[in-house]
């Protein structure tokens, strides 16, 4: 019973994007903490290149990014916005578009949680690791290890080529993809 429900929702996904996010629902035992718009700066050392290689990668993730009003609906404790910093290692490659090939980085996360008159609301320690979703399209994951919402699952969704506005490189040889900006992408906690 529970694979033909699975298959009808899969079904019905493809027909309508209101079933998409009826299947979605039925899929997910995850009560979601709160949703924020966000834009992300990114940088690689040494720089991603064709060829997959160690990096260091750094960055920061605020909101709201480019939207008008609060980056986070109708999140707990009054916050309406973030700003974070990141830091990790791993491999990365690119073509030279530029759009990222392979993606295998983890790090650290320190998000600072805001409301509207930027008084600061608290902190949040998270583990994360990236990986390629599909060409041009990476997935950030993580938990938050400590501070406000200890246990919550991390997600930040739409890091993909369409959200990209500005590149610094181009993945080719002599001129390594050293820094992607990005906008309207949302990070999202559940629990």
């Given at each position: 019973?529970?694979?033909?429900?699975?298959?009808?929702?899969?079904?019905?996904?493809?027909?309508?994007?209101?079933?998409?996010?009826?299947?979605?629902?039925?899929?997910?035992?995850?009560?979601?903490?709160?949703?924020?718009?966000?834009?992300?700066?990114?940088?690689?050392?040494?720089?991603?290149?064709?060829?997959?290689?160690?990096?260091?990668?750094?960055?920061?993730?605020?909101g709201p990014g480019i939207t008008?009003g609060p980056a986070c609906g109708?999140?707990?404790?009054?916050?309406?916005?973030?700003?974070?910093?990141?830091?990790?290692?791993?491999?990365?490659?690119?073509?030279?578009?530029?759009?990222?090939?392979?993606?295998?980085?983890?790090?650290?996360?320190?998000?600072?949680?805001?409301?509207?008159?930027?008084?600061?609301?608290?902190?949040?320690?998270?583990?994360?690791?990236?990986?390629?979703?599909?060409?041009?399209?990476?997935?950030?994951?993580?938990?938050?290890?400590?501070?406000?919402?200890?246990?919550?699952?991390?997600?930040?969704?739409?890091?993909?080529?369409?959200?990209?506005?500005?590149?610094?490189?181009?993945?080719?040889?002599?001129?390594?993809?050293?820094?992607?900006?990005?906008?309207?992408?949302?990070?999202?906690?559940?629990?």
């Amino acid at each position: 019973m529970r694979r033909s429900v699975a298959a009808l929702a899969s079904a019905l996904a493809v027909a309508s994007p209101l079933a998409l996010g009826v299947a979605t629902l039925a899929h997910s035992s995850a009560a979601q903490l709160l949703s924020c718009a966000v834009s992300s700066a990114e940088s690689f050392s040494p720089g991603v290149q064709m060829a997959s290689s160690s990096q260091d990668v750094s960055g920061s993730i605020t909101g709201p990014g480019i939207t008008a009003g609060p980056a986070c609906g109708a999140a707990p404790d009054g916050i309406t916005g973030l700003d974070a910093t990141f830091t990790g290692k791993g491999a990365a490659s690119c073509l030279p578009d530029p759009a990222l090939q392979t993606v295998g980085l983890n790090g650290s996360m320190t998000i600072t949680w805001k409301k509207a008159d930027a008084a600061t609301v608290g902190t949040s320690g998270i583990t994360w690791t990236a990986r390629q979703v599909e060409l041009g399209s990476v997935d950030l994951a993580g938990t938050v290890t400590s501070g406000l919402f200890k246990g919550a699952t991390l997600s930040v969704a739409g890091l993909s080529a369409d959200a990209v506005v500005r590149v610094a490189g181009g993945c080719a040889p002599g001129s390594p993809l050293t820094s992607v900006r990005t906008t309207d992408t949302y990070l999202r906690l559940t629990h």
